[in-house]
Structures are given as structure tokens and as C-alpha cells.
């Protein structure tokens, strides 16, 4: 299932052959949205064919559980996480149709073994380059998440979103429906939207529209870490231990996606591909501060269950250490008791009191009177 949006000239319409992607890809001042989701082997096939993206890139847009990450395609070498161009590797289809490979014009073609033109690689500076051709050329491939939280299962659900970046197109490429997306295009198809009819807006708009669903998600996270303190310290809810287990873990595996696509935002705000403007960093600067802000929440909310945890185990090793006090106080008491019957029933002949005739009594006013100055004692010692 897919959806195109062209827009040119500030006139929108839906749907195209596929076999004419390419024909409009070309015109500059055509701006295209494909979404598609739950990608099929059809939609697989316009992405390699008439976008010509590169088959890792296809790969992992089209694979769950991949982490969020930048690449840059398009350039003599792939650049890594840090924005730093590798060696050039082996070539791949589609790469000769972008202009970041040109013919060396001195170079000599030989009629008799009709060798190809000799290709001389562009590098690509740090510094964003003003060739509307290498802008044609190159593009971005990103994957970012979006989380909300289950309070049914009291979980913290995450479902990624690939994203192909050129000059005048954006490919999205999801699992199951995403809101973020059709509110996206919603908003740039209204009238007078502030979106306009560049890529970095829609960009920095998709990205901001799944960024702050964080921050509600982060309030749930604090309250459910409040329910829990009160639970442990009010009513020492000994389920608790498990629901903390479970959403520090969760928190964890929302560390493990928001930490990363800081640094997505971060490749981005660098401009190694001429792509986005300098209006469009400004916005993106907006996303980065917000998501080193929930980076920091959930280092917060993970310090929190942390030491709720603690608070827990400390609370269960003093309850313990009540229990065994009681235990051990009643003990002696017992024991004591124990003791006085214990001398009174030996089987001598010859035993003092043998034939006292209040020796029942007697062993009886021992025990409890004994009994009671032990209880004074323990309590004078605050052992009870």
C-alpha cells in the first residue's frame, strides 16, 4: 500500500505511473512524497528502479528492528556514522545515474577496444556545495522512531520510519499506519501552509511531529514512577519489583533509540549533502535540543527507578529484619518458660519442692512473672 503526493507549481495532485517516477524526478521544481506502507516486492522494485537507492539502503527500510541511524548515498564513499567519507567501494546499480560520477574530459575513448570514458570521482567537502547537479544526486537515508506508551500492557511501544532524502523528493517507508505521516501531508496540502515546497520543511516537520510525542510519553513514564513510590513506600506493594524490572528495561530500549538519533540530527545539521538549506538547520537545531531533552529524561526516570528499587530492597531487608527480631524475642521468651518447666520435670528421687503443695502454682507464677521482665527489659533496650 502507497500513497503519492507531486506538487508543482503550488498545485497538488495525487498518483503517478510508476514507470514515469523518473521523468519527474528530473524536473527540479517537482516536489514528490511517496509513502508506502508494508512494502511489498512491487514497491521494492520502484524503489531500486526508478529511484535507483542503494539495495543495503532498500534492505534496511524494509527490515524491522533496525537501529536508528544516517547514511549518505550518492558520493565517492559512504559516510559513516561521524559524516566522514570511507574509501570508495565496489560499484552499484544505480550508482553511474547520479552526477557525483562525471567523464573526465581530457580522457581519450579507444574506438578499438571501446573501453568506457574514464570516471573522475567528485569529492564532497564538509561544506555544503552549490552545484544544482550534486544536489540532484545525492541523498539521505534515515531511520527514526516513534514510541508511545501502552498503559493497557504498561509498555513502551516503538515503530520506526525510514526516510529517503533527496533535492525534491521524500520516500517514507513504514510497517502498519502512522499518524505522523498523514498529518504531515495533511498540513502541506493545506491552504497557506507553512510547510511550503521544500523537502527540509517536511523533513524537519515529520521528524519534529514524531519528537515531541516524547515528551508526553516521558509525563506517563513520571507518573507511572510516582504510582510506583507510593506503592512501595505506602502500601509496600510487593508486585511492584516486577513493574520496575520491566520499565527500566523499557526505558532502556527508549535510551537505546533517542541516543542515537541525536546523532542522526547531528550528521543532518552538518549539510554533508547540499540537500537542506539554512533556514531548514535552524529547525533542525529546534528537533536536536528537544531530543537531547528526552535524552536527559530518561536518564532522569532511569535514576528514579533506580532508586526506587533500592528503596524497595531496603524496605524489604528492614521488614525482615522485623520479622526476625519478633521471632528471635519470642524465642527467648519461650525458651525461658522452656527452661523453668524443663528444671521442674527432672526425675530425681530426692528433688527439692518435690511435695510442695503449691509447686504447680508456684512453677506457673515463675514463668509468667520471668516472662514479664524480660518483656520490660526488651522494651527498656527498644528491642520490641
Not at 134 to 161: C, K, M, W
Not at 246 to 261: N, S, T, Y
Not at 339 to 357: A, R, V
Amino acid at each position: 500500500m502507497h500513497s503519492l503526493i507531486m506538487s508543482q507549481k503550488g498545485r497538488f495532485r495525487n498518483g503517478a505511473p510508476p514507470d514515469s517516477l523518473a521523468l519527474h524526478l528530473a524536473d527540479p521544481h517537482c516536489f514528490i512524497w511517496l509513502d508506502i506502507q508494508d512494502p511489498t516486492d512491487e514497491d521494492v522494485a520502484v524503489l531500486r528502479e526508478q529511484f535507483g537507492f542503494h539495495p543495503l539502503a532498500i534492505e534496511d527500510a524494509t527490515r524491522a528492528h533496525e537501529r536508528p541511524k544516517v547514511d549518505a548515498y550518492g558520493i565517492p564513499g559512504d559516510l559513516d556514522a561521524d559524516g566522514v567519507a570511507d574509501d570508495p567501494g565496489p560499484s552499484w546499480a544505480g550508482f553511474a545515474q547520479h552526477p557525483f560520477i562525471a567523464p573526465d574530459p581530457n580522457a581519450q575513448k579507444d574506438e578499438e577496444t571501446e573501453e568506457p570514458e574514464e570516471a573522475v570521482l567528485i569529492p564532497l567537502d564538509t561544506a555544503p556545495v552549490a552545484d544544482e547537479t550534486l544536489i540532484e544526486g545525492g541523498y539521505y537515508f534515515v531511520i527514526f522512531y516513534t514510541a508511545v506508551f501502552n498503559p493497557q500492557e504498561d509498555h513502551i511501544e516503538a515503530r520506526s520510519l525510514s526516510l529517503f532524502i533527496g533535492a525534491n523528493y521524500l520516500v517514507t517507508v513504514h510497517n502498519g499506519p502512522l499518524r505522523h505521516v498523514t498529518e504531515t501531508q495533511a498540513r502541506w496540502r493545506a491552504p497557506k501552509s507553512p510547510l511550503e515546497h521544500r523537502v527540509g520543511a517536511l523533513v524537519h516537520a515529520l521528524l519534529d511531529a514524531m519528537v515531541d510525542d516524547y515528551f508526553p510519553l516521558m509525563d506517563q513514564v513520571a507518573d507511572r514512577v510516582e504510582d510506583l513510590e507510593d506503592s512501595i513506600f505506602s502500601q509496600f506493594d510487593e508486585k511492584a519489583i516486577e513493574t520496575i524490572f520491566r520499565l527500566k528495561k523499557d526505558l532502556l530500549a527508549m535510551r537505546r533509540v533517542v541516543a542515537p538519533e541525536r546523532d542522526v540530527l547531528n550528521v543532518l545539521l552538518r549539510r554533508q549533502l547540499p540537500i537542506l538549506s539554512s533556514e531548514d538547520v535552524a529547525y533542525l537545531q529546534d528537533v536536536y535540543d528537544h531530543i537531547v531533552r528526552v535524552t536527559d529524561n530518561v536518564d532522569t526516570y532511569r535514576d528514579l527507578l533506580s532508586s526506587a528499587l533500592d528503596s524497595y530492597l531496603s524496605l524489604q531487608g528492614n521488614r525482615l529484619n522485623q520479622i526476625m527480631k519478633t521471632l528471635t524475642v519470642a524465642s527467648i521468651l519461650l525458651m525461658t518458660a522452656a527452661l523453668i518447666t524443663g528444671f521442674y520435670g527432672q526425675n530425681f528421687h530426692f528433688f527439692p519442692e518435690l511435695s510442695f503443695g503449691i509447686g504447680s502454682f508456684w512453677s506457673l507464677t515463675l514463668i509468667g512473672v520471668t516472662t514479664l521482665g524480660l518483656v520490660i527489659y526488651f522494651r527498656w533496650k527498644k528491642w520490641l
